[in-house]
């Protein structure tokens, strides 16, 4: 399926993807946020759906998550904000969320939607990989976006092949067992990195969890395409008033 996504892994190695969370720090600053990435450099958006109840995340994201929702962010108020987005920027963009908002607002409409914008793909931790195959695969096809499935240390070998075959885009790697934002070395998944490098997947790989500065984005250069970083960002943004001058000193001392 060619999109930007597969552009961007075709003309680029050591990707760095940052994750915002949509409504924060203020309701109004998504499309600030997103846009001062790609000005500074950032090679792919990973654009939060606030939810209440976010398995995955840590407390960082949480938080910033449900500031987003104490300011009124909802899904369908995101795709009002980013209508014409695709006017000025160009760099990948994906929407990672949890599957109850998405099955709310209507699988086909959320779709729909994410086409008409300009959204490359998705990241849904919760929704079962055979319950994407069986009933909402080939509805993403018809809209172009790509589904993009998670694996972790505890993934057998089997399991890392069957998400490979299924996932469009790129496969997450999460480096580690906890929630985003813990404090383990990045290093020390390196057998769990090098196990799934040996399996040479069709797709490429993206590392996240445990990425926060230019060492440890280092690390995930060696053993995939590239780092996501989230909570370290999502950091910085609460701790500042001048949003587009911190992403550019945040990813500056990435890169």
Do not use: W
């Amino acid at each position: 399926m060619a999109n930007r996504l597969t552009t961007l892994f075709q003309e680029k190695r050591d990707i760095l993807s940052i994750y915002c969370t949509a409504g924060y720090p203020g309701l109004q600053d998504t499309v600030e946020v997103i846009s001062a990435i790609e000005t500074a450099g950032g090679d792919l958006v990973e654009i939060g759906i606030p939810f209440s109840d976010p398995l995955a995340d840590g407390p960082v994201i949480q938080a910033s998550g449900q500031q987003a929702l104490d300011n009124g962010m909802n899904l369908a108020l995101l795709f009002e904000q980013l209508q014409g987005i695709r006017n000025t920027v160009t760099i990948p963009l994906v929407l990672m969320g949890y599957i109850n908002p998405i099955m709310q607002y209507g699988f086909e409409a959320f779709a729909q939607s994410c086409a008409k914008i300009g959204i490359d793909g998705t990241i849904i931790p919760d929704l079962p990989l055979e319950e994407y195959v069986s009933n909402y695969k080939s509805l993403f096809n018809q809209y172009g976006l790509c589904n993009i499935g998670l694996i972790t240390p505890q993934t057998t070998d089997e399991r890392v092949k069957y998400v490979d075959e299924c996932s469009e885009g790129f496969v997450y790697m999460v480096s580690t067992s906890s929630t985003t934002g813990g404090s383990k070395q990045l290093s020390d998944s390196a057998p769990y990195f090098e196990r799934i490098k040996g399996l040479t997947l069709s797709n490429p790989t993206l590392i996240g969890f445990n990425i926060h500065d230019r060492q440890s984005f280092e690390v995930a250069c060696k053993y995939s395409r590239g780092g996501i970083i989230g909570s370290a960002f999502i950091k910085a943004l609460g701790e500042t008033s001048d949003t587009v001058h911190t992403v550019s000193e945040f990813i500056k001392n990435i890169k």
